[in-house]
């Protein structure tokens, strides 16, 4: 017996909303062929988008062709991060609702469907990892954009 509502099983017979794609798909251009964008288009509902399926693979990336939205330019200035990466962090392990997973072992799990990780530590990158991205791709950060600006906000 499925563990899934009726609204769940019907919202996943759409193509796209499930994950058959792996997260590296994104970097490729014989995937997100602009006939999938329209189609993506076309299907993609919040529900979607929420389930992570391949329409949110698809827009992620590209928000701004899916829904009304306007991007924060960045300073004028940009400053370089400076590196101090440690090989050990990738190798550390955590334990996951399916098993005990390095991070290495997650950021390219076709599940977990991660984009990409940057770790920073007293102002220095030590782990960075962009299996689903390219150098210039931008992304949408949602939530996790707080993190950064969180520790400078007036309290």
Not at 2 to 12: D, Q
Not at 31 to 56: E, I
Not at 87 to 99: E, M, Q, V, Y
Request: glycine share 4%; hydrophobic share 35%.
């Amino acid at each position: 017996m499925s563990r899934n509502p009726p609204v769940v099983k019907e919202a996943l017979k759409v193509k796209g909303a499930t994950t058959t794609l792996p997260v590296s798909a994104q970097v490729s251009k014989e995937v997100f062929t602009p006939k999938w964008v329209r189609t993506t288009q076309k299907n993609l509902n919040s529900f979607h988008f929420q389930m992570g399926g391949d329409h949110a693979l698809c827009c992620v990336t590209h928000l701004n062709e899916f829904v009304p939205s306007c991007e924060s330019a960045p300073n004028k200035e940009v400053k370089q991060l400076r590196r101090n990466i440690d090989p050990d962090i990738p190798k550390s392990k955590a334990a996951t609702s399916r098993c005990d997973m390095t991070l290495e072992d997650h950021m390219v799990h076709p599940v977990c469907r991660a984009h990409a990780c940057v770790m920073i530590h007293k102002g220095k990158v030590v782990c960075k990892s962009y299996p689903g991205m390219r150098p210039a791709d931008r992304h949408l950060t949602a939530s996790t954009g707080k993190s950064p600006v969180e520790p400078f906000l007036p309290s």
